[in-house]
């Protein structure tokens, strides 16, 4: 929104807080399919982004379409209050499948925020189910991404960038992500990854361990880290701190889940650092209806169901049209292979990043998992100085991107204190061709 002439709202036009406050207007989608979209101009774009990190099978799935066509036909909804439903049963049950052993329940809501307020809802009714009533705090990193809910937004870092939000932010205690782009002097990065889980000990033990619930990260980064991924001791550092203290490790998969980073869960890369919860949405459903997971063991639900149940809900949650969507989707996903799909074609797209780095005086670092990367602007690539906020340098690559029909995902405000990237992450369907255009 923005009080200028120029972009002042009309009465009944939508409110666009993204780019229209610099270009004036936003083009206007008419149709998609596969890895393109077409505006009503009948301009074509190309989907480097998946949007924000969620079209991962691509648009217009014909097999998708007719599932969506078939529930809608016998029931879009009833009230859980009366009925369960089947497509409910078929998707939890597919997504503990594919999650693995440690995952036995899988409670369904609409979104990625929704799906972040189950997570430590199920933390707290855990605790007090326990006994343990004092646990309220949940740790998070800065800078972090959990949700645009008052809950998400309280274990969601980065002041910095979010002036308005701040004092939600604050509320819940951060420690460092473990960024390795930026070293401090004579330090590896391994070295510095441990030390980011040191000052997890530390936090917890300053807190209390008796009064925290949980910790919640991205174990691949998304927008907030740009596809930041830790040494592999890391994973098992901050495993080992958690169980420690008896504090939960809930891993946020919101984008890095559902196959992106090449394995279902990207939890799968650390077979050691088990999290206790997973919370899933975006590619779970892929765009084509809203829909979100918590993952969750047993262990964690029995006490919570013999206390008198889950206490939470939306009145979308586990509605049989997402239901039955969602599981559409995944089948595409495992019939297309398109896990290992982001793996191969990942690679290639990694490996051509990096040889534009190298040639560019901007790209300071290419960095991420499977079809989860982002590359990282400098003002300098030997000093790696940052961008200054007022050359809006992100948001004029995505203006160029729209121009030139290529769609990319970056953050909304420009500059901050931990530098500036910009997402690559199309459809898992991405082809080599593909990839080169
Ligand atoms: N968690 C992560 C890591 C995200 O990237 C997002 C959204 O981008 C969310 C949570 C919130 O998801 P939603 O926008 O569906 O509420």
């Not at 036009?13 to 229209?20: E, G, K, R, T």
């Amino acid at each position: 929104m923005s009080s200028t002439s120029e972009t002042a709202l009309k009465p009944g036009s939508p409110i666009q807080v993204f780019y229209s406050g610099n270009r004036g207007h936003l083009p206007t989608i008419d149709r998609a399919k596969g890895v393109y979209l077409w505006d009503t101009t009948g301009k074509k774009y190309l989907d480097a982004s998946s949007g924000p990190v969620i079209t991962n099978i691509g648009h217009g799935n014909e097999r998708v379409l007719q599932a969506m066509n078939e529930q809608a036909a016998k029931v879009c909804y009833a009230s859980r209050a009366v009925f369960e439903n089947q497509p409910n049963r078929n998707l939890a049950k597919k997504l503990v499948g594919l999650a693995g052993p440690s995952f036995d329940q899988a409670f369904l809501v609409g979104s990625g925020s929704e799906a972040t307020e189950a997570a430590i809802k199920l933390a707290r009714q855990y605790a007090v189910a326990k006994g343990e009533v004092q646990r309220t705090i949940v740790l998070a990193r800065n800078p972090s991404y959990h949700g645009a809910t008052l809950g998400a937004a309280a274990v969601t870092g980065d002041p910095q960038s979010d002036a308005v939000f701040e004092p939600v932010m604050r509320i819940m205690p951060k420690v460092p992500a473990p960024f390795s782009y930026r070293l401090p002097e004579g330090v590896s990065v391994e070295e510095h990854a441990l030390d980011c889980a040191k000052q997890l000990d530390q936090q917890i033990t300053e807190t209390g361990a008796e009064n925290v619930l949980a910790f919640i990260m991205e174990p691949v980064g998304g927008l907030a880290t740009g596809g930041l991924v830790a040494p592999d001791c890391y994973y098992k550092a901050i495993r080992d701190i958690c169980t420690k203290h008896g504090v939960l490790l809930i891993f946020d998969e919101v984008m890095s889940g559902a196959g992106r980073t090449g394995t279902f869960l990207s939890a799968e890369h650390w077979p050691d650092a088990r999290p206790d919860m997973v919370t899933l949405a975006k590619g779970v459903a892929a765009g084509y209806t809203p829909l979100a997971a918590v993952l969750t063991p047993n262990y964690i639900v029995e006490p919570i169901v013999a206390s008198g149940g889950f206490l939470h809900g939306h009145t979308y949650s586990a509605n049989p049209l997402s239901c039955a969507v969602a599981v559409a989707v995944v089948d595409e996903m495992l019939r297309m292979d398109l896990m290992s799909n982001a793996r191969d074609v990942g690679a290639y797209l990694m490996e051509g990043l990096r040889k534009i780095a190298d040639q560019s005086a901007i790209i300071g670092d290419v960095r991420g998992k499977g079809m989860l990367m982002a590359v990282e602007l400098v003002a300098d690539k030997a000093s790696k100085a940052l961008i200054p906020a007022e050359h809006r340098a992100v948001y004029r690559l995505l203006e160029i991107g729209i121009d030139n029909g290529l769609l990319l995902y970056t953050r909304k405000t420009a500059g901050g204190k931990f530098g500036e990237w910009v997402m690559v992450t199309p459809p898992l369907t991405l082809t080599h061709e593909e990839a080169d255009e």
